[in-house]
Structure formats: C-alpha cells, structure tokens
C-alpha cells in the first residue's frame, strides 16, 4: 500500500471530498493541516502553488479533483458504467464551477446575495437529477453524493440554511454521512468546520 500525506488548510473546504474517500476505503493518510501563516512559505514548494495536494510515495499531485477521481475508482465510486461515469463527472464539474464562484473572500453579505442569486439553479437541477432515488447516480453511492455533501457544508457554515428548501438534497446529505466509514470519520476530524 502506498504511503499517502494530504495536505491542506486546517479547514474543510476543498480538502474534505479527499479525506472522505480515504476514510471510505479505510485508506490510511496523513492529514497534514497548514496554518494560514506558515502558507507563504510552503506556496512556492507546492505544484501550482495551491492546496490541497496529496503526495503518494513522496511524489505531489495536485487538482483536488484528479486526486479525488484517483480515489473514486479505486473505490468503486465513479458509476458502474461509461455513461453513468458521464453522469457521475457532470455534477462534480456543476458542484464545482459554482463552488469556484463563490465569493469565499468577500463579505457576509455579498456570499448571501450570491447564494440567494445563483444557487436555486445549481439547487433545482441537482433535486431534479435526485429525482426520488436515494443517489443522484445508480442504486448505490457515488463520490459525486460525497462532493454535494462536502461542498454543501461549506457553503452552509458562510450561509446557513442554504438549501432548506430542499429537503430531498439535506435527506442525501444524512445518508452520506450515515455510511459507517463516513461516520466514523466525520465523529474524529478535527472540530473546526468550514
Ligand atoms: N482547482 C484547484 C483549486 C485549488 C484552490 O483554489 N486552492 C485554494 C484553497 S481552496 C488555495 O490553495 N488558496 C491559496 C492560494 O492560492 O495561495 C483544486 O481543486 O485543487
């Protein structure tokens, strides 16, 4: 088994899809956690110079996504077919272009406008691809359930109560966090929550 050292902000953020897929497949990592004051001297040692990275043997990777997908496939996470891999790609890059445009530097009050101004989309098309199923893709979880789950409680902790309107999207969100490795995780991560 290769030796793998996340590292990330002291945060959730775009950290928590990857600690999630590790603690999925029972995966042993390192999580290693980077105060914003040691960052400017870690940036330029770092691929890109942005977190999260994972380093697999001591080699860095970089692109949360990319290294997410790696971990989906290893788990079994990213559709039982081609077409449902489709499916699966589509809502992490939907998840993803909104989680991109979020003013996560701005005021409380401009991430509120934002959310009350772009997010029914994002909202109505994922209960719409929800449909009545317990997963947005196939009969069993997918790492794109993981990311809604994950991105939604950023964005929760900057405006709560986001997707109250949404009951179908909150109840996957439960089923997420109620997948026994999922749950183990979540009751021993660090408090802090973004
Ligand atoms: N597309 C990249 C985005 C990475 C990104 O924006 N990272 C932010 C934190 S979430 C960062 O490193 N900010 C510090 C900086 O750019 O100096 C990914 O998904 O890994």
Redesign the pocket.
């Known amino acids: 088994m290769p030796s793998y050292k996340l590292i990330y902000?002291n945060l959730e953020?775009?950290g928590e899809i990857l600690r999630y897929l590790f603690s999925y497949s029972n995966i042993d990592f390192e999580d290693r956690r980077v105060e914003f004051a040691d960052?400017p001297a870690l940036?330029p040692t770092i691929p890109y110079?942005?977190?999260?990275v994972v380093e697999i043997d001591g080699v860095i990777y970089?692109?949360?996504?990319a290294i997410g997908r790696y971990l989906a496939k290893k788990a079994g996470l990213t559709g039982k077919s081609e077409l449902d891999e489709i499916r699966v790609d589509a809502l992490i890059d939907t998840i993803d272009d909104f989680f991109s445009k979020f003013p996560w530097m701005d005021t409380e009050k401009a991430k509120k406008e934002f959310m009350e101004k772009s997010s029914p989309q994002l909202l109505a098309y994922l209960e719409k691809t929800l449909g009545n199923n317990p997963w947005f893709v196939g009969d069993s979880a997918t790492w794109a359930d993981f990311f809604w789950d994950t991105c939604a409680d950023s964005f929760e902790s900057y405006v709560p109560g986001f997707a109250k309107d949404y009951p179908k999207l909150l109840a996957l969100k439960e089923r997420v966090k109620a997948i026994p490795t999922i749950a183990a995780w979540i009751k021993k991560r660090p408090k802090k929550s973004q």
């Not at 110079?49 to 999260?52: A, E, I």
């Not at 970089?62 to 996504?65: A, H, I, Y």
């Open positions: 902000f953020g775009r960052w940036k110079g942005q977190l999260p970089n692109q949360s996504l």
